[in-house]
């Protein structure tokens, strides 16, 4: 019996009902409820750690049976309340999650800077990949994707390094803890010091802890890599957009 019991609790949460992966403005996705990737690979939802009791909004594989979490939306902003909601804001064209009265609790994507007062034509949608991106429908646009904004877990399609003419800069984070997912002592980076130097680097807190060998074509110095890795190295001299 009890075998039982588990069995179908498991079996619920282990295949969402709903299969829906894109949330429109109006949209409510709330504690318990998920967004699904289109093939099923992955899976958005609000997840609690039981030692904190702190809530957070996370993607992990649909199928990782330890649930272990590939990119959180607020790291350093836990929430303690159940009663919370995801959802775009159609005035500030932004993913937010707010309570169900409707204060705004955590801010997810970036400003979008929206001065056109109500937008609708908004879609929230998380991809295959793992990515979450919020889409403007009306010109295609993808205007924030979870993707620049990694946490601790490197995954297909993401990138490290930084866009010299914005400034902008993706790096991988350690989580504090295992149990607490805010931003902890090890950071990975893709340095680049001209051309001839482009290493990966590892910093404690700041400090340097580890770095690569120099990057001589698909290859660090010193670290052995797989083909499929060296498959996966590329180095854009030109920003790309999207
Ligand atoms: C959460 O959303 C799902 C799907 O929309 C709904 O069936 C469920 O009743 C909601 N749960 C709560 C606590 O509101
Ligand atoms: C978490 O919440 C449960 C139920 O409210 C409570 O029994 C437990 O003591 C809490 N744990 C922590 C670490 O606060
Ligand atoms: C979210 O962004 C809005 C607009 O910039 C701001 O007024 C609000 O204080 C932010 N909320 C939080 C919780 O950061
Ligand atoms: C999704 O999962 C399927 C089956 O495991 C795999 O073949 C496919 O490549 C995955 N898609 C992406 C975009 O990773
Ligand atoms: C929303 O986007 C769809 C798809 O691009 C388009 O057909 C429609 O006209 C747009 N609606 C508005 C109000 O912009
Ligand atoms: C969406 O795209 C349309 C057409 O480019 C633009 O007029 C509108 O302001 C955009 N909306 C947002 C929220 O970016
Ligand atoms: C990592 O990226 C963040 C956000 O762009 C930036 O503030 C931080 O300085 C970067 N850290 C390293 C070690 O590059």
């Known amino acids: 019996m009890i075998t039982l019991i588990i069995f179908i609790i498991l079996t619920i949460n282990y295949f969402p009902a709903t299969g829906v992966s894109t949330l429109k403005v109006g949209d ?19 997840f609690t750690i039981p030692a904190t009791n702190s809530t957070y909004l996370g993607i992990w ?14 790291p350093s902003t836990p929430i303690t309340s159940s009663s919370t909601l995801l959802m775009i804001d159609p005035y500030l064209g932004r993913i937010i999650i ?43 646009r993808i205007i924030w994707r979870s993707f ?7 995954l297909p399609g993401m990138k490290l390094g930084s866009d010299l003419k914005t400034g902008r800069n993706w790096n991988l984070t350690s989580w504090l803890s295992d149990e607490v997912p805010d ?5 990975l980076s893709w340095v680049s010091n001209g051309e001839n130097s ?22 660090f110095e ?16 030109e920003d790309e957009e999207n």
């Open 198 to 219: 482009q290493r990966l680097l590892v910093q404690q807190r700041g400090r340097l802890y580890w770095t690569s060998g120099d990057l001589r074509g698909h290859m």
């Open 28 to 46: 409510q996705l709330n504690h318990t409820s998920r967004l699904v990737s289109p093939n099923n690979n992955f899976t958005l939802g609000f």
């Open 222 to 237: 010193f670290m052995i890599v797989n083909d499929l890795l060296q498959q996966c190295i590329h180095t854009f001299t």
């Open 61 to 74: 594989y649909t199928n990782d049976e330890q649930y272990r979490r590939v990119w959180v939306a607020n």
């Open 98 to 140: 707010a309570t169900t009265g409707g204060t705004v609790i955590v801010n997810i994507s970036d400003n979008n800077n929206n001065k056109f007062g109500q937008t609708t034509n908004l879609t929230a949608t998380l991809q295959d990949t793992g990515d979450f991106q919020l889409k403007n429908e009306t010109d295609n």
């Open 148 to 154: 620049d904004h990694p946490t601790n877990v490197f």
């Open 183 to 187: 931003v902890g002592a090890f950071s």
